[in-house]
Each structure stands twice: as structure tokens, then as C-alpha cells.
């Protein structure tokens, strides 16, 4: 990483990486190699987390733990039929209406296309529902013998990675959860001037599988603040109106989600240090959804918890959307609280 790159660039080398929950290896080595250069130390843990350690300067400085998490939605293959097609399960939470007719991506590079078993079109009164069941990968294979020169039984797949950007700065493509959380924190640590505290900046493995590795990583470090850098729900698309965030808001520091309550103290730390230092900020409240923050706060003793999201229309979604201004927010809230005493 340069000093020069932006978090646009940042982001559109993590999102080329194709790695599902629990197959976070080749984007934690590019990741590892981003970092080291502004680092104390890095390690990794047995489960894949990737941790980066940068040493406070106050005297008995507090432990603040950072967490975005690697993985991405996906699907791991489970059988070739006789006339060369992919059955497979589902690697987190799919919306398949997204998913259905879009290019995947296998990890050795195999390319192929989701399609649903028959027209899904719904008779009048008749449910119409995708799912693993009745949707295949078509890879091009003229028979099973073809298909398994190229994809093995436990290989897993994603939809193809894509970033562009729209007007008004805003970008759209995947996987832009999380790797927007990872991109925020790079760039934080290469320019935060100053740590206050013990920083651990941790990238996570299984977020989305139910936040499994952030709950080792905070067993192992015991921080006594926890931050979830993630995307969160906007609420501005026609006919969502039931919560507060929205593009070009600023950053969002959570207040709860359906997994957390963050702490109120914390919460009121980090929106003071937002207007502290001119940073445009809006509050998150979700009804459904959960990040790293739920089991950072309740791993080991516990920890005060609290989240700084980039707001994203579309999640789970070939076009996840967001605008940067969101994101650079959220990347100068980060530095602020590294810098601020805890
Ligand atoms: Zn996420």
C-alpha cells in the first residue's frame, strides 16, 4: 500500500480476493502485507484472524480492539450431477433473488453462472421461493467427468467480485461487506498520528457464518473496548423509512442492533470525538443484523462495545452501494478514538 492510496483503491484490491467464511487465507496474507509497515507486530490465531498490534503511549493504556472481518457470503459445492451441474450450500446469509442468473467464481478460477431449477415464476396464490434446493451452477461442463476436471465436492464459490463507481461518489459492487470495514482500518492505521492505546486492529474470520472469529480474537486479546467496523442498513431506497441512517449521513456510530446494545457511555465518547473533530456522524439503529460488536462485548469478562459502520444500500447483494464520504468518515473516526485516551 502506498501512503497515496485512497480508501477507493484500497477497497478495489480487497474486493478482488474470493474468500468465503473460513477460507480468509489469501486476503489476511494481502492484508498482513498492507500493514506491516505501519505495525508493531502481526499475528494470527488459530482460527485465521489477522492481528495487527500498534503499542499506546499512555501510561497504563486501556486495550481497544478494532475488528473488521474478512469473509464474505458464499457457497460451498456438495455434489457433480450426471450431466455436469454444481450442487451446493449456502456459506452465510444469500439473498438468491440477488444471486440467481449472476457469474460465480470458484477459488481455483473455475467460472460459472447461478440458475434457478425451473421458472420460479409464481401461478396466482402459488409461493415462489429460491433457495440451495432449487438453484444450481451451470460451469459450461458437458457431463460429471468434464465438471470434476474442474470443481471438487467441498470447493467453495461467490459471486464475481465488481466495483464501479456512480455519480455523487458513490460506489457500488461486492464484496463491499466488509472489505469497506478492512479498507477503514488500513487506512486508520497509516494515518492516525498518534495511539493513545493499546490498539489491536483485528481482521476477522466467519463474521458471517454468526461473528465466530471475533469472539476468539477478544478471548485472546481481553480488550476493554470494543469497536465493529462494518457496513449497516440505509434506510433512504423507496419504501424503507423505518430507521435513521442513510447515505451521505456521515459515519454511523451504533447504538444497537439485533444483537447488541453498545455501551451508552461509549457511545456518547465516540459521537463527542466526532464533533470534536468536524466529523460527520449518524446515529444506527437496527432492528435486524448483527456485527463483531455483539461478541466482542460478551466474550470472556466482557468488554464495553460499540460499532462505526459505512451505511450500504443492498447488502448481500451483487450491488452493495455506499458513498465514500461515508467511508472517509468513518476512516477519520477510527483514527480520532486511536488517538484519544481511553
Ligand atoms: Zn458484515
Not at 83 to 105: Q, S
Request: with cysteine; hydrophobic share 35%.
Amino acid at each position: 500500500m502506498d501512503k497515496t492510496d485512497n480508501i477507493y483503491n484500497i477497497l478495489k484490491e480487497l474486493v478482488k480476493y474470493r474468500c468465503v467464511s473460513g477460507r480468509e487465507n489469501g486476503i489476511s496474507r494481502a492484508i498482513q502485507k498492507m500493514t506491516a509497515p505501519y505495525a508493531d507486530s502481526v499475528s494470527s490465531d488459530a482460527l485465521g484472524n489477522l492481528i495487527v498490534f500498534k503499542k499506546g503511549a499512555a501510561e497504563n493504556a486501556k486495550r481497544l480492539m478494532l475488528c473488521a472481518h474478512m469473509d464474505e457470503i458464499g457457497f460451498m459445492t456438495t455434489s457433480v450431477s450426471e450431466d455436469g451441474y454444481i450442487k451446493f450450500a449456502p456459506i452465510g446469509g444469500i439473498n438468491y433473488t440477488a444471486a440467481a442468473f449472476c457469474e460465480v467464481v470458484f477459488e481455483n478460477g473455475t467460472r460459472g453462472v447461478m440458475a434457478p431449477e425451473v421458472d420460479r415464476k409464481a401461478k396466482k396464490g402459488e409461493k415462489s421461493e429460491l433457495g440451495f434446493d432449487n438453484c444450481y451452477v451451470d460451469i459450461g461442463a458437458k457431463n460429471r467427468r468434464e465438471a470434476e476436471k474442474k470443481v471438487s465436492v467441498g470447493d467453495c464459490f461467490a459471486v464475481k467480485p465488481s466495483l464501479c463507481r456512480l455519480s455523487s461518489g458513490r460506489v457500488s459492487g461486492r464484496p463491499v461487506d466488509d472489505r469497506i470495514g478492512c479498507a477503514v482500518l488500513i487506512k486508520a492505521l497509516e494515518q492516525a498520528e498518534r495511539f493513545e492505546n493499546d490498539t489491536y486492529f483485528v481482521f476477522s474470520v466467519q463474521e458471517e457464518l454468526g461473528l465466530r472469529g471475533s469472539k476468539t480474537a477478544a478471548y485472546g486479546i481481553m480488550p476493554d473496548y470494543g469497536v465493529a467496523v462494518d457496513v449497516c442498513a440505509s434506510f433512504d431506497t423507496p419504501g424503507k423509512k423505518d430507521g435513521p441512517s442513510r447515505l451521505g449521513g456521515g459515519a454511523c456510530i451504533k447504538i444497537k442492533d439485533a444483537s447488541v446494545m453498545c455501551d451508552g457511555d461509549f457511545v456518547r465518547l465516540l459521537q463527542r470525538t466526532a464533533d470534536e473533530n468536524g466529523i460527520p456522524w449518524q446515529p444506527e439503529i437496527l432492528t435486524r443484523g448483527g456485527t463483531d460488536a455483539a461478541s466482542m462485548q460478551t466474550a470472556g469478562a466482557g468488554c464495553r462495545a460499540g460499532g462505526i459502520s459505512v451505511p450500504t444500500r443492498y447488502t448481500h447483494t451483487p450491488s452493495e452501494t455506499f458513498d465514500i464520504k461515508d467511508a472517509e468518515a468513518a476512516c477519520r473516526l477510527v483514527s480520532a478514538l486511536v488517538g484519544t485516551r481511553l
